[in-house]
C-alpha cells in the first residue's frame, strides 16, 4: 500500500528582519511568515485533504517550521522536524561568496543537471530528489502525511518547472 503525502509550501515570508540584521547565507533562512503568511497558513489548515493525516513533517527553516506549528495547532496533528527536508542549496560548502540569485538562475537555466562548466557551487536536482525522497520515504509506515517544505523541494517530488504558490499543495503516492 502507498502512502499519501500533502506536500504543502510554506506560507508568504518576511525578510525585513534578516535583512536589518545583515544575515546572509543560512542565516536568511530565519525570515519569519508575513501577516498574509500566517493568515495563509491558518486557511490551508481547513483543508478537507489534510483530515486523516496522522503526522506532519517539516523544514527546519523558520518559514515552512512556522506554517507546520500552525497546521499543527489547528488540527492537532503531531508535528516533528526533519533535518533534510530544508530549502535547496545555492552553496554546497556554505562559503556564500557569490550571489545566490547567479546560484540561482545558473541552476534554472542548466534544469538543475550540474557540469564542470558550472560557475557556481549549487545543489543538483538529482541530489536534492535523492536527499528528499530518503527523507520521506522514512514514513511510508503512514498512511497519510503531511509535509510542510519549499517550492523547489516540492518540485523534486513532482517535476523541475513546477511552480507552488505560498501555501500551495501537491499530493503524491510512494
Known sequence: MKTQ?????????????????GFVGLGYEFGQLSNNGVVQATE??????????EIIISSPYTRA??????????????LVVEHDLHEWLPDTKFIYDYDVEDASKEYLEAQGKRNVGHKYRW???E?????VQLTIL??????????VCHGIVISALTRFDDVIEHCGVREVHL
Open 5 to 21: 503525502f500533502i506536500l504543502i509550501r510554506h506560507g508568504e515570508p518576511r525578510y525585513d528582519e534578516v535583512i536589518d540584521n
Open 44 to 53: 490551508r489548515a481547513k483543508d478537507p485533504l489534510l483530515k486523516g493525516a
Open 65 to 78: 517550521l512556522q506554517t507546520a506549528a500552525i497546521i499543527s495547532k489547528e488540527t492537532q496533528i503531531p
Open 123 to 125: 545543489e543538483s536536482y
Open 127 to 131: 541530489d536534492l530528489k535523492k536527499r
Open 138 to 147: 522514512k514514513y511510508r509506515n503512514y498512511k497519510k502525511v503531511i509535509v
